[in-house]
């Protein structure tokens, strides 16, 4: 049984122009055991997926309709309570892209996990205070840091202890959007080590990485799903996938990155002409037609789906099985 599978989930975001179509139409299946790592140019949907998956839904953003079973629970009928007392956290915590900033200056790290586990389980302070102390011994992190306040702590320490304090409760799936993004290279990868042992040491069992840079996916995850204008336009195997990416689109994700010229990679996908679509109106047929330097007559008047095609999940028409 995978630990996620969703069908044709839609959400929206409501605004007086009409709907803007962030997450359209998604089919995924996360395996146990799994580190999926999730990509795109900014503003392709991804965090507002990930929020959708876990149905931390709230306006303007609509859930409009699909079904997303979590651990063979399907959460997608779930109201706010329920999902507060029997899913966040304990089945899936997400580390959100502002966590940084979200800690409370005035709190010290051990008051703020006190809220996060007091608000899932009927325990002690010091039952909470003892949990955290083993936490942050298995993952390394010095215990005296749970007495500091956050502007105590630098960005990357910052980071270690938000997703410490997210897997308390040992989630099954642990979503982590953009942890990364703001940090120096070597910070960088004590944070990915930490999220590797965090799956080696079985307090999680599988991941969802969100990034919009490709080359940290190759350090972690082993399946990859690319995100196009609210839509997936593929999946598979992380090796197999950046070797030989098929959609054109994730061609020109993989190649900005392999470029030795570092201003190009870092640049990333800003080496594609043009921007990504509105939202509100988005092209028919594929909605990456209009970037596409392989787009066809069919491609500007029918949709393609996500289809396997040759052990990979594909929405092109270009791509044959
Ligand atoms: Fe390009 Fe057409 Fe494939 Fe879309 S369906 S990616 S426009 S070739």
Redesign the pocket.
Known sequence: MPILETKGVKAYYSTPLGYIRAVDGIDLTLEKGVILGLAGESGCGKSTLVNTLMMNVRPPLRFIEGTIILDGKEISSMDRSMLKKNVWGVLVSLVPQSALNALMPTQRITDLVKDVVMHHMNVSEQEVVSMAKKRFEELNLEVDTLYRYPHELSGGMKQRVVIAISTLLNPKLLIVDEPTSALDVSTQKQVLKMLVDLKRAKIIESMIFVTHDIAVLRQIANWITIMYAGKIVESGLADDMLNHPK???TFSLVNAVVTPEPEVRNRGLASLPGEPPNLLDPPKG?R??PR?P???EI?RAKE?HLEEKSNRLVA???VFP
């Open positions: 959609h054109p689109y594929c990456f037609n596409c392989n787009a066809m491609c393609p092109c028409h270009l």
